[in-house]
């Protein structure tokens, strides 16, 4: 009988191969948990949050009047409303420069009605070239 075995050259390639694959693999499953960060005025937008300061209040019943005291422009707002028990978030139109006053229809810009809890500011950055919008949900404004 005839025993032989394959070549130490082709055993050698196929277990750098096998090991190569194996890296791509691990490669792609770990990039996944890294994140590219947004970036405002050269620094990460969660830096620009801190920054934002929107004085809101409910003039009547479907109108805010929302105020924005601080220095970064806010690009839209979402606004967390109750409706029949439940609550839903929804993303307002409109932009808010620094310094400027808004009275804001909810029916209108939002197309939706019910009871306003709370407002989270949103800002658009940058990565990779593209904008991004950001939702500062820390800095949100309870009402």
């Known amino acids: 009988m005839d025993k032989r075995g394959i070549s130490p050259v082709i055993a050698t390639v196929l277990l750098i191969a096998i090991v190569v694959v194996i890296a791509a693999i691990i490669f792609i499953w770990a990039s996944n948990f890294v994140s590219e960060d947004i970036e405002k005025f050269g620094s990460s937008i969660k830096n ?19 105020v924005n005291r601080g220095d970064v422009p806010v690009f839209a707002i979402n606004l967390k409303v109750n409706f029949d028990g439940d609550s839903e978030i929804s993303k307002c139109t409109g932009s808010f420069s620094p310094g400027q006053a808004t009275i804001l229809s909810i029916a209108d810009s939002c197309e939706m009605s019910g009871e306003v809890i709370s407002v989270i500011p949103i800002l658009v950055g940058t990565t990779n070239g593209e904008n991004k919008e950001y939702a500062c949900d820390k800095n949100q404004i309870v009402l």
């Not at 929107?54 to 003039?59: A, D, G, N, P, T």
């Open 48 to 66: 620009a949050c801190a920054d934002v300061d929107l004085e809101v209040s409910e003039i009547q019943p479907g109108y805010l009047n929302i």
